[in-house]
């Protein structure tokens, strides 16, 4: 059986999920606020302000340095704007880089010394920080493989990470799970060799902002044939007001290593947009696999397209040993604008990388996102399976590149890539570069573009449902080859979170 | 159970095409009626029309279940006020599994009903009891709805779900053209063991087998949007002797 039909068995769940989310007023369910005492780094972006962020970190010369460089290199780049979206000018001298709760100027010995306005916001969200084996009491929760059951958490908030758990019983395999700042101060070899080895600092004007201004983000290695005990996470949290999030991921899984990662953010509804720019490095070595799963639903914005988050992420995975496996999944619902293309580098022979996207627009939201696979070894294997939903007036754009490089013989690609129209006024555009070049290699591209089907639609209602049920319906099976290759708690999350991101989108 | 009182309708696109042309029926709890009549006189679309689809326009006449005007509610409204429609071609939704979609629609009956949602464990109890009688594998209540489903499984899909639904008013559109023999015999013990008094059918045929599996209490011919005959059982043989012919010109 695969992961969603066991959802169907055990169906408890997805509904009452659906029902208590749909049940809470107003369509996005995180735009609540914490009231909290905070310290501010001065707004806009200066070597001072870099340095500040680093010496708050408490980071070493050399990382300081770093973060210096890229700044010199940033302040000379020009922002993108061949993606298809449109916006504001951003005036990145009126954000604030750096917010800590103020309790957290001492950080806390463990999470039981944590501020508990900051655990009570983690339990609102419903993220567990409790080192508990989640989903207890869940019918069917024996069918699942015990890794399954406890997922590490490491919190993220505006700019500070609050906690880890699991950390001791993590050590024990030998895993590191931790903040990056932890990272770079306890694991510098590691960090000094892994940094900025897959997303070069000059990479793309976010990565580079990144590069100079992150402040926090999780860290993990896995050691050589280790398989992560548990599942990881990291909870992104904005919180303060016109601050912008810009965080950082290393994984590093080694020869022979697995883990699967997972990753969700919310923020709360504000008139005005704010900027998230996050950089996700990953790096798997021989015969390793890494699964890496996004839930993002930061906040959309209003109806109008008042507010929201701007969301410009660089994610890519490097499979540098021979055979070594990716697989980026992520659910897409939320964001005023996404600029995101989770990429996969296959360097190794034989190494394999694969992309499901269900990426969701309503209203006004803006998304263009995508993959690319970049074939470097030979027999080297790719799929993405893209799902974009269109509503509203959103405009939904898959933007993809396949590329074969002269050495990567005998190297397949699968490209699928579904857009659903729901409504009139809104549009879906497939953008996908192929380059092919050698001539053993084979690339296959297949996309459709459909329109919620009326008569879908009346089969539903004529059964009982009213039209959005039916619409989440009808989507929830549109996505369902995205939906299956999550983990199973984000699947039913997911499945919730479509519902709830067409809400309005009929009648 | 459901009063059809001259009703009219005419494609919403075009008010030049009527279809239903004053159609007048009554069928009292516990009925089973059945309708017959030639390819396009109407008996899909007074089906549509008493469920709601889009697309077409009552002009005249009216359609009440228990007293209730079926025709200021909108289509799911209808069906949790207990009618259901077999439909003649039933509609694949794919990846949306058989069993998913028949749970949401069940509980979506009982949420607009004041009712207390089904259990999971209830509800499986219940879909593999009533899938059994009908032969209907856990594989088909697992694949999506309707999706690579042959006809004959369609419509025995179709009884699955008014099983489960377990409405006042049914209607069955050709439930059994495409039935093989021991399907339609599975169909019509589906439909015969939800028989009861407090429950009706409207069974659109074209085929006296049905029939003799379905007793029906009244037999109508439908042409030209209008109800032209009714009787008896022995309407239906009647037809399927000497086909429409006679009637017709008897009508006219
Ligand atoms: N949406 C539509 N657009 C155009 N014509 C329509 C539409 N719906 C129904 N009609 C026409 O109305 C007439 C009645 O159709 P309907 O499907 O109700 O017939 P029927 O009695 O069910 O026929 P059959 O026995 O073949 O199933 C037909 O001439 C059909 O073409
Ligand atoms: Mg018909």
Known sequence: MTALDKIEVKEGVDQDTVDAVTALSGNYKYGWETEIEMDYAPKGVNPDIVRLISSKNEEPEWMTEWRLQAFTRWEKMNEPTWAMVSYPPIDFQDIYYYARPKSMAVKPKSLDDVDPKLLATYAKLGIPLKEQAILAGVEGAEDMPAEGRKVAVDAVFDSVSVGTTFQAELKKAGVIFCSISEAIRDHPELVKKYLGSVVPQSDNYYATLNSAVFSDGSFVYIPPGVRCPMELSTYFRINAENTGQFERTLIIADKGSYVSYLEGCTAPKRDVAQLHAAVVEIIIEEDAEVKYSTVQNWYPGDENGKGGIYNFVTKRADCRGDRAKVMWTQVETGSAVTWKYPSCILRGDDSQGEFYSIAIANNMQQADTGTKMVHLGKNTKSRIVSKGISAGKAQNTYRGLVSMHPKAKNSRNYTQCDSLLIGDQCGAHTVPYIEVKNNSSRVEHEATTSKVDDDQLFYCRSRGMDEEEAVALVVNGFCKEVLQALPMEFAMEAQALVAISLEGSVG | ?252
């Open chain 2, 1 to 252: 159970m459901l009063e059809i009182n001259n009703l009219h309708a005419e494609l919403e696109t075009d008010a030049d095409v009527t279809i239903l042309k004053g159609l007048t029926l009554s069928i009292k709890p516990g009925e089973v009626h059945a309708i017959m009549g030639p390819n396009g006189s109407g008996k899909s679309t007074l089906s549509y029309v008493l469920s709601g689809k889009d697309g077409y326009s009552v002009t005249a006449g009216s359609a009440m279940l228990e007293g209730v005007d079926l025709l200021e509610m909108e289509p799911e409204e209808r069906a949790a006020a207990g009618l259901f429609l077999a439909f003649q071609y039933p509609v694949e939704i794919p990846g949306v599994g058989n069993m998913t979609f028949l749970r949401t629609a069940v509980n979506a009956q009982r949420k607009a009903r004041g009712e207390e949602e089904l259990s999971a464990g209830d509800f499986l109890k219940e879909v593999r009891a009533k899938a059994k009688d009908l032969q209907i594998d856990a594989d088909m209540l697992k694949r999506p709805v309707n999706v690579g489903f042959s006809g004959g499984e369609k419509k025995r899909n179709e009884i699955l779900q008014m099983a489960m639904l377990e409405p006042k008013m049914c209607i069955l559109d050709e439930t059994d053209s495409g039935l093989d023999v021991d399907a339609m015999k599975l169909v019509a013990d589906g439909v015969n063991a939800l028989r009861s008094e407090n429950r009706s059918f409207l069974v659109i045929t074209h085929y006296q087998r049905l029939l003799d599996h379905i007793k029906p209490d009244f037999v109508h011919i439908l042409a030209d949007g209008k109800i032209i005959k009714s009787g008896g059982p022995e309407l239906a043989l009647e037809v399927e002797n000497n086909g429409y012919a006679d009637i017709l010109a008897g009508a006219a």
